[in-house]
């Protein structure tokens, strides 16, 4: 496996990393445990470094099955996690989180959870899940700074945050790695966020590489989304959008053909061969999935093949916001 470094501060990864998400939260019910174990075991054994969880993610449950199946190999791997909601109460939703909490006291206290649940002494790459408009950024930079100063974490990062916060945190304490959304069927990042990382040194880590699975070309106008699947509320995934947004998909279908790869190699090669600075972190719960997403790694796309899908992709306008509205909001600032 290729390595990267993320941003100017050090921190070295492998060029993909796994998204772990959608083995306990989000994308239908948790998994089985202990094949999410032998995954993310396997993961390692097939050169993966970089692991993406949070405490949001169960709750809880993710940085637990992380931090029991990466034991055996703790300083070999980097583990990145987040902060930054808080639990609403039980007579309110359940134990749902829906409140941003980035208080310089709650991050200190969220930090003891997650460093129990991985399993570590420190946490490699710490990001603030969303920006609190309640709390200063430099409150925030703040926090993470103390918690760096007492080695509890070594990198700060942030995620889905605008250009003109990830330079007032970058002041306080300087930002490793940003996590944001980036793939062929959403390119926003392009006009403000990567001219700033890369002028601040900053690393890109995109999430939702493959479109949510949608770019793989495993989902279609007649998939059927479970009720716990979220992607069941999203508007790009109506069965009407998913019609209309196939056009992409057949778009690297033929890229994929004439690379002796898959559609969902090709959109992770072009993520790769953006920036080398940016290391993706496809999610899967499958084996077979993983070491496809993997193979991505060695397509290799020639400055004449990313012209060529620039100019194809430019004429494919996606259909449908990417969240629903009362998600959007909470998405950055």
């Known amino acids: 496996m290729q390595t990267r470094l993320l941003g100017n501060r050090g921190l070295e990864v492998s060029a993909l990393g796994l998204g772990c998400m959608g083995m306990s939260w989000s994308y239908g019910p948790p998994k089985d445990k202990a094949e999410m174990i032998a995954l993310l075991r396997a993961a390692v054994e097939e050169g993966v470094t970089f692991f993406d969880t949070a405490e949001v ?10 931090g029991e199946a990466l034991a055996p190999f703790r300083g070999q791997v980097v583990i990145a996690t987040k902060f930054g909601w808080a639990p609403a109460s039980e007579s309110e939703a359940n134990g749902r989180w829906n409140a941003l909490n980035s208080r310089p006291e709650h991050i200190k206290q969220a930090v003891e959870g997650s460093l129990k649940r991985l399993g570590v002494d420190v946490i490699d790459l710490y990001y603030q899940h969303r920006v609190d408009p309640a709390v ?7 926090a993470v ?9 070594k990198h700060f990062g942030l995620s889905e945050a605008g250009a003109a916060t990830i330079r007032r945190a970058h002041a306080v304490q300087p930002v490793t790695a940003l996590q944001s959304e ?3 069927w959403y390119r926003e990042p392009e006009s403000e966020i990567l001219p700033t990382l890369e002028e601040l040194g900053i690393g890109f880590v995109p999430f939702s590489p493959l479109g949510k699975g949608f770019l793989t070309g495993a989902i279609n106008e007649n998939t059927q989304f479970d009720a716990t699947d979220f992607r069941s509320t999203v508007p790009r995934f109506t069965e009407e959008n998913r019609k209309a947004n196939e056009a992409l998909v057949d778009l690297l279908s033929q890229f994929a053909r004439q690379k002796e790869a898959t559609p969902g190699q090709i959109a992770l090669a072009w993520l790769l061969a953006r920036k080398p600075w940016i290391v993706p972190i496809p999610g899967t719960t499958k084996r077979n999935r993983l070491t496809e997403n993997l193979g991505a790694v060695d397509v290799k796309l020639t400055a004449d093949d990313l012209d060529k899908l620039e100019e194809a992709a ?7 916001a990417r969240y629903p509205a009362e998600m959007e ?3 950055g600032l």
Not at 57 to 66: A, K, R, T, V
Not at 136 to 142: R, Y
Not at 314 to 320: D, E, L, M, P, Y
């Open 57 to 66: 993610y169960g709750p809880y449950h993710n940085e637990e099955l992380l």
């Open 136 to 142: 200063p950024i430099e409150d925030v930079a703040g």
């Open 145 to 153: 700074r103390d918690l760096i100063a007492e080695g509890k974490v």
């Open 182 to 184: 980036y793939s062929l």
């Open 314 to 320: 430019s004429n494919i306008t996606i259909q449908g």
């Open 329 to 331: 909001k909470k998405s």
